[in-house]
């Protein structure tokens, strides 16, 4: 069982940045694929970026290639996502998911993570 917590969510204006922090408890942080997934208010949730149990590999959907960086330190047993260029349509609930890993890469579906945080919301004002 593995136990997840984000957190570094709020309110920012438009352009501004928000640094999300996620930390897991468990022994074996780098046997899993971590991930951070969002879902704004009468959307269904949709993968945001996903990081290979390395760190050497990681994925972005299109909507976020450019502004936001994931990255994770496996001694601190803790993923980030720094976000930049922030705009009206990232507001959303942040989610921090563990998966475990089957490989060098990593992949950005719900199915391959099985493990949840409760999420960390984002508003991001115009």
């Known amino acids: 069982q593995v136990q997840v917590e984000e957190s570094g969510g709020g309110l920012v204006q438009a352009g501004g940045s928000l640094n999300l922090s996620c930390t897991a408890s468990?022994?074996?942080?780098?046997?899993?694929?971590m991930g951070w997934f969002r879902q704004a208010p009468g959307k269904e949730r949709e993968g945001v970026s996903c990081?290979?149990?390395?760190?050497?590999?990681?994925y972005y959907t299109d909507a976020v290639k450019g502004r936001f960086t994931i990255s994770r330190d496996n001694a601190k047993n803790t993923l980030y996502l720094q976000m930049k260029s922030l705009q009206p349509e990232d507001t959303a609930m942040y989610y921090c998911?563990?998966?475990?890993?089957?490989?060098?890469?990593?992949?950005?579906?719900?199915?391959?993570?099985?493990?949840w945080g409760q999420g960390t919301e984002v508003t991001v004002s115009s």
């Open positions: 998911a563990a998966g475990p890993s089957n490989g060098a890469e990593c992949e950005l579906e719900s199915y391959a993570f099985d493990y």
């Open positions: 990081i290979s149990w390395s760190g050497t590999y990681a």
């Open positions: 468990t022994s074996g942080f780098d046997d899993y694929v």
